[in-house]
């Protein structure tokens, strides 16, 4: 008798783990919502497009959401939670008050709901969502791996921990894509993202007015550049704005790589990428080829960027609203 209990007991516990195991090891995989919501990739295509043909400079900040979702806590939609009188959300953030396109995200959840209700995630709405923002504005395509969950928990402390700031140098940016499991061409490559959408003036003021703390400038960036930039951004204008690929901001190319490598990088993380041999030789790789490799890397980057720290399985939840914990 106390045998067969105990075999019962066994067989249960291994029947649990089986069930933990599998939830934990299922990995991301393309069509993942075939049977389940097979609109689902239409829809938010669809949906994407309206706001976008619009309202052209949205496609910047829906991509860099994706960003900074990813290197905090995962690809979990942890950014997109709202704050609330007990918890400070990574949207409260400082590197995160200048996302903008939340109500595209909102949007694109509503018509999804509409056509499968509870069956997709907001980390996976994000994924696609910024496939589709980089595809409309002129850049490449590729297959997102979905069947991500959403995570229950967002902290301002976490995203100010891990988002890497404009300021960092070479060696604290590989630094910082190393620890999400992202190589060197990951950071040379993502950061071709550049190509599209703005940065404020307070985002790159220290290289053009207080470098050093001694009123000087860095001299990392063509003196020329500094001079219209400091047109574009007079001293202590906190509300200003530039596009950080001049002439063809809207437009996804790469064209990013040509300012960095004239050393018109808006940001000291866009001119620290002539510091390293690696990250140099792709920039000059991607002005002087006929046939750069940027659209297909930027795919690739972008898919090993969506995998970091999911959530699968049973693990977190299908958010209803994509701002606020179920
Ligand atoms: C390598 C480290 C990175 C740093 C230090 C960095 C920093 C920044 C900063 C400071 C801004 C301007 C924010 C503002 O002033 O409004 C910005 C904008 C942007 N970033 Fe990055 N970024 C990095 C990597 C990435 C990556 C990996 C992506 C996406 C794959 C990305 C996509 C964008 C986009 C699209 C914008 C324009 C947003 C807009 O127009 O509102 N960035 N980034």
């Known amino acids: 008798m106390a045998s067969r209990l105990l075999l019962k007991f066994l067989l249960q516990v291994g029947v649990l783990l089986f069930i933990l195991e599998s939830a934990n090891s299922q990995g991301l995989q393309v069509g993942f919502y075939k049977k389940t919501c097979p609109s689902v990739e239409a829809v938010v295509r669809k949906t994407t497009a309206k706001f976008i043909q619009k309202a052209p400079s949205?496609?910047?900040?829906?991509?860099?959401i994706h960003f900074h979702d990813c290197f905090v806590r995962g690809c979990?939609?942890?950014?997109?939670?709202?704050?609330?009188?007990?918890?400070q959300a990574e949207k409260s953030a400082i590197p995160n008050l200048t996302l903008r396109g939340f109500q595209v995200i909102d949007a694109v959840k509503a018509e999804v709901e509409k056509a499968c209700p509870g069956i997709v995630s907001c980390a996976d709405i994000l994924a696609l969502v910024a496939r589709d923002v980089v595809n409309l504005s002129m850049g490449p395509t590729w297959q997102v791996p979905t069947g991500r969950r959403d995570g229950r928990i967002s902290l301002a402390s976490e995203a100010l921990a891990n988002l890497p700031p404009p300021f960092f140098n070479i060696t604290e940016l590989k630094a910082s894509f190393q620890q999400k499991g992202l190589s060197v061409k990951d950071l040379v490559v993502l950061?071709?993202?550049?190509?599209?959408?703005?940065?404020?003036?307070?985002?790159?003021d220290n290289r053009i007015y207080n470098f050093t703390g001694k009123?000087?400038?860095?001299?990392?960036?063509?003196?020329n550049y500094v001079t219209r930039l400091r047109a574009l951004c007079p001293e202590?204008?906190?509300?200003?704005f530039v596009q950080m690929d001049p002439g063809s901001s809207k437009i996804f190319d790469t064209h990013y790589y040509k300012v960095v490598a004239k050393r018109r990088g808006l940001f000291q993380s866009d001119?620290?990428?002539?510091?390293?041999n690696e990250t140099k030789i792709y920039i000059g790789?991607?002005?002087?080829?006929?046939?750069?490799?940027?659209?297909?890397?930027?795919?690739?980057?972008?898919?090993?960027m969506g995998n970091i720290s999911v959530l699968t399985g049973?693990?977190?939840?299908?958010?209803?609203?994509?701002?606020v914990i179920n």
């Open 236 to 240: 202590g204008n906190v509300t200003d």
């Open 271 to 276: 001119a620290a990428l002539l510091d390293d």
């Open 285 to 304: 790789l991607q002005i002087n080829s006929n046939n750069p490799s940027f659209f297909s890397d930027f795919g690739v980057s972008m898919v090993k």
């Open 314 to 323: 049973n693990a977190g939840e299908i958010r209803k609203n994509c701002a």
């Open 191 to 204: 950061s071709g993202a550049h190509t599209i959408g703005i940065g404020h003036c307070t985002s790159f």
């Open 76 to 87: 979990d939609g942890s950014v997109l939670i709202n704050s609330t009188a007990t918890n």
């Open 58 to 64: 949205l496609a910047a900040p829906l991509l860099r």
């Open 215 to 223: 009123g000087d400038v860095d001299p990392s960036m063509d003196p």
